[in-house]
């Protein structure tokens, strides 16, 4: 699961969470997905592989999806974007953002990030309907 060279980047607050279970519903929905994005900088890391991790608690089982990996480019920023699919059991909780990396970095700047939930499409279907 998490590893220690895990950096936070983002923890979904109170009224992000409750978009997401708005946006998903609780129409049998076993996996929520989320348009995810984050702008680094990343201070003397060129070319060091790193990945963009989402983590959060299905009830209480810690869970962990991949989002998008890449390389450092010279001047030391990355962008990482993606769709993250978590499939749920339970209850959605607690979910961050995390840089994950090979080495832990002197500094992370986090120039923006982004996360908005996918609708699925039934909720799209009653919405229109």
Not at 85 to 101: D, F, I, Q, T
Request: glycine fraction near 6%.
């Amino acid at each position: 699961m998490l590893s220690q060279h895990d950096q936070l980047l983002h923890a979904l607050s109170a009224p992000q969470l409750d978009a997401v279970r708005r946006h998903n519903g609780n129409r049998g929905n076993r996996v929520v997905e989320l348009e995810v994005a984050a702008w680094l900088h990343l201070p003397g890391l060129s070319n060091l592989p790193v990945s963009l991790m989402v983590s959060y608690l299905d009830g209480d089982q810690p869970r962990e999806v991949p989002v998008d990996h890449g390389r450092i480019d010279a001047q030391q920023r990355i962008l990482l974007s993606g769709v993250a699919r978590l499939p749920l059991h339970k209850a959605l909780e607690g979910v961050e953002l995390r840089l994950r990396c090979a080495v832990v970095p002197q500094s992370i700047k986090v120039e923006d990030i982004f996360v908005q939930p996918i609708e699925s499409v039934a909720t799209r279907q009653l919405n229109i309907a």
